[in-house]
């Protein structure tokens, strides 16, 4: 059995397209998941959600507050909100009994408001008459208080949440209400771009993949979208395939079945979706597309890296607002540095969760060549490098020609090495056992009982 059948047969990976009709847990089962902190804040239990994919529900806002809207309006660009239909409207409890009052009730129903305790109660006493008793609604108000939260729940509120609330705090109320079970633990995906063509991004992109097939045995993708130039193929020494254009040209069909046959199988545990690298066409990339595609790899395996090419387009806008680790690569000169600093802009205004991009140096320590310091780059993204690779034409030309990663050329060069780093940065994975280099004095530990 293959690891890829492995992955699929646990819970919560097995669904490849969501259901039509979209079924929220009852309002007595989301309740549960409030309590009392002490301190008398009110406060979900549990940790912070995981990487969930909300699934294809509506979610209709109502805000009193410009404040309130404004951060409904920044988790509703969240990653793990692509798939939901999220609006904001202005008008508080009022507007949303009125919408609902239309036969408009959405999946969720968010109100904020700023009114005092006895006004909004004696507004929530009609929500019974004027919502779809489907619908789960979650309330946002101002006063902290644990008598309030028990009379707005008895009013069946499924969620009352305390304002400020953070877009991280938002989307774990949802994933409540959706209810863990439904929401399916998903995939991850780590996009790469270079800070300038040639800076060795799907290089990069490419190892990185390979260390993680090799260290965790997951079953990785490697998604080439460079699909005029892409070198996945040619890296991994395989035939050419239309995997990607096929798949971006008809998404809403990419089942299992097919992503299975759309996949080039490069190792036990690594497949590639490979650019048809051609020019005899034209490729029209559009964002809905692109998103599907990574949608169903997220489903299909536990990682999927994305070779981005050096272009900017709204489909990979897109791809990196949605990714959940974005690898920069940069050559250590001006041009370099001006672009990655760009996209350091452009990923901190965007992005609300998932964490910085990683910066990668490449092709560092050119003989001769003047370029810019590590210090210089740290300083100027505000981002220390996660890896600085160094110059190394024969072992990256020799290896890129004969078709091979870099740890299967040479396991012991610095830059293998270096992409086992990364790959357990990226997977947020620490040393696997067998790698640490066992204690000199081990075999005296085990003796003491103490290995
Ligand atoms: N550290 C390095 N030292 C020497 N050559 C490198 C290094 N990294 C990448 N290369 C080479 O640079 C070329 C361009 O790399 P590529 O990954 O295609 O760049 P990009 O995807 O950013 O356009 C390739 O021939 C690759 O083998
Ligand atoms: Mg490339």
Redesign the pocket.
Known sequence: MTRQSEFRRQPGHARLTPPAVFALPSPAQSRSALSLAPGGSLRPQGAAAPARAIPAISIHAFCDSTAAAAELEAASTDRRLAKAHVEISTGGIDAALAECAAGRTPNILVMETALPPPQMLAKLDVIADSCDPAARIMLVGHVNDIALYREVLSRGISEYLVAPVSPQQFIEAVARLCGAQSCGEVGRIAAFI?AK???????ICHNAAWAISELLKCQVVVADLDMAFG?AGLDFNQETMQGMAEALHAPDRLEEALLDRLLTKCSQHLSILAAPAAIDRDYEISSGACRTVLDALRQYAPFAAVDLP?VWAPWVKQVLISADEIVI?AAPDLANLRNAKNFVDFLESTRHSGGRPRLVI??ARQRKRPELSVEEFASVLELEPALV?????ET??LA?NNGQMIEEFSRKAR?AQQFRELALALTRRSEPRELTKPSPLAPIFDKLGLG
């Open positions: 270079g063509g040639g800076a060795g991004s799907s290089t070198t050096h690569t490449n092709m690779i160094e110059f190394d034409p990256f030309g890129a830059p």
